[in-house]
């Protein structure tokens, strides 16, 4: 069977509509590309600066490729958006669809009221692809802010923006401060298993705070290493960093050296910034085995007694979130395969998450 044939709406041909189309740089004014802490070093479309050999483990710098978090923002009266897109590899993962891990995603209107748009379409087994990602009505021809999410789980060489030959294009608005949200953790940080980028939850997050995002997760190489904690703490003005990478340690020992560690790291550069940490979500699969309960429980309870020492020692801006509180053991439809989150499970983090975030920021 041929879907494609028997279905109009699961064709992979991406682009829709005629006219004249005038293709745009999205490293160029007015738009503008976030979520890359070193763009402007040189580092193109990495969450890393390029390192020296052995600077960091090779799957961390592997994994840097890939554009979780990025955004590109600006506003026009285009009532088309396409997108040409060179990817570092095709669509290869079983267990999250090829449009959360290789596509781009549109959302339209201002901070804090942002509705999704469109999903671009494309083959997955390619790595180019041109597609049409957001299209409005004919009739509807006024200036909108326009943010799309670059792929959560491929690297993307290239990408050019597509609009109406005529259109106006015109800086986004402003963040409220040049201040970074920094999030390290896993690869539930970085985004497995979204349907498409907007679902990941720091997007979704960062569609209520209007800050930049910094997404710094490392699917399953988020272990909390010095030197990585040094590279975080040489993302410019964070504003807070959420602390997220619990579930790729290798051990409950691993956890307790490396831990006090990074936060030590991370606070000589930061002496103030707010910290968030999180446990990890409640793993399906917990539930069914002793043993690791018993491993979360321990963790969770050294998580807490470092906390309170640290705030005992005079640390004023530590906040500890227990991640059974976002996903927990009565959530079981909120993953894809008993770990990784679905749509649903991202939002429902996202959501739980949302008042710790703003009391910590102030907000």
Same mark, same amino acid.
């Given at each position: 069977?041929?879907?494609?044939?028997?279905?109009?709406?699961?064709?992979?041909?991406?682009?829709?509509?005629?006219?004249?189309?005038?293709?745009?740089?999205?490293?160029?004014?007015?738009?503008?590309?976030?979520?890359?802490?070193?763009?402007?070093?040189?580092?193109?479309?990495?969450?890393?600066?390029?390192?020296?050999?052995?600077?960091?483990?090779?799957?961390?710098?592997?994994?840097?490729?890939?554009?979780?978090?990025?955004?590109?923002?600006?506003?026009?009266?285009? #009532?088309?958006?396409?997108? #040409?897109?060179?990817?570092?590899?095709?669509?290869?993962?079983?267990?999250?669809?090829?449009?959360?891990?290789?596509?781009?995603?549109?959302?339209?209107?201002?901070?804090?009221?942002?509705?999704?748009?469109?999903?671009?379409?494309?083959?997955?087994?390619?790595?180019?692809?041109?597609?049409?990602?957001?299209?409005?009505?004919?009739?509807?021809?006024?200036?909108?802010?326009?943010?799309?999410?670059?792929?959560?789980?491929?690297?993307?060489?290239?990408?050019?923006?597509?609009?109406?030959?005529?259109?106006?294009?015109?800086?986004?608005?402003?963040?409220?401060?040049?201040?970074?949200?920094?999030?390290?953790?896993?690869?539930?940080?970085?985004?497995?298993?979204?349907?498409?980028?907007?679902?990941?939850?720091?997007?979704?997050?960062?569609?209520?705070?209007?800050?930049?995002?910094?997404?710094?997760?490392?699917?399953?190489?988020?272990?909390?290493?010095?030197?990585?904690?040094?590279?975080?703490?040489?993302?410019?003005?964070?504003?807070?960093?959420?602390?997220?990478?619990?579930?790729?340690?290798?051990?409950?020992?691993?956890?307790?050296?490396?831990?006090?560690?990074?936060?030590?790291?991370?606070?000589?550069?930061?002496?103030?910034?707010?910290?968030?940490?999180?446990?990890?979500?409640?793993?399906?699969?917990?539930?069914?085995?002793?043993?690791?309960?018993?491993?979360?429980?321990?963790?969770?309870?050294?998580?807490?007694?470092?906390?309170?020492?640290?705030?005992?020692?005079?640390? #004023?801006?530590?906040?500890?979130?227990?991640?059974?509180?976002?996903?927990?053991?009565?959530?079981?439809?909120?993953?894809?395969?008993?770990?990784?989150?679905?749509?649903?499970?991202?939002?429902?983090?996202?959501?739980?998450?949302?008042?710790?975030?703003?009391?910590?920021?102030?907000?």
């Amino acid at each position: 069977m041929d879907i494609h044939k028997l279905d109009r709406f699961m064709r992979t041909d991406g682009r829709s509509g005629e006219g004249a189309i005038a293709w745009h740089s999205p490293l160029q004014p007015p738009f503008r590309i976030s979520g890359f802490a070193w763009l402007r070093d040189g580092s193109g479309f990495r969450r890393l600066p390029h390192l020296p050999e052995g600077a960091v483990r090779e799957p961390v710098d592997k994994l840097a490729d890939c554009t979780a978090g990025g955004q590109i923002c600006f506003r026009t009266d285009s #009532r088309r958006v396409e997108l #040409r897109v060179a990817l570092k590899a095709p669509a290869l993962m079983y267990h999250m669809p090829a449009t959360g891990q290789c596509g781009f995603d549109a959302y339209v209107g201002e901070p804090g009221f942002k509705i999704y748009g469109g999903t671009v379409k494309f083959d997955p087994r390619l790595k180019e692809y041109e597609s049409t990602v957001l299209e409005l009505d004919p009739g509807e021809s006024r200036i909108r802010t326009i943010t799309l999410n670059f792929p959560l789980y491929q690297g993307v060489d290239d990408i050019s923006i597509g609009l109406e030959a005529e259109a106006q294009v015109l800086p986004p608005p402003t963040y409220d401060s040049e201040k970074r949200v920094v999030l390290y953790g896993t690869s539930i940080t970085q985004g497995a298993s979204a349907s498409r980028p907007g679902m990941a939850y720091p997007n979704i997050l960062s569609r209520s705070i209007n800050l930049e995002f910094i997404n710094l997760g490392f699917s399953g190489n988020g272990r909390g290493e010095p030197e990585v904690a040094e590279w975080v703490g040489r993302v410019e003005n964070p504003a807070c960093l959420l602390l997220d990478y619990e579930a790729n340690c290798l051990s409950t020992a691993y956890y307790r050296q490396t831990l006090p560690d990074f936060i030590r790291v991370y606070r000589s550069r930061h002496p103030e910034v707010p910290i968030v940490l999180l446990s990890k979500i409640a793993i399906r699969f917990e539930f069914l085995k002793r043993a690791e309960q018993a491993e979360r429980a321990e963790r969770l309870h050294f998580q807490q007694e470092l906390a309170a020492s640290l705030r005992s020692e005079g640390e #004023r801006n530590l906040t500890f979130v227990d991640g059974t509180s976002l996903i927990g053991e009565n959530d079981h439809e909120c993953t894809v395969d008993g770990v990784h989150p679905n749509d649903l499970g991202f939002k429902t983090m996202a959501d739980r998450l949302l008042p710790v975030l703003k009391t910590v920021l102030q907000l």
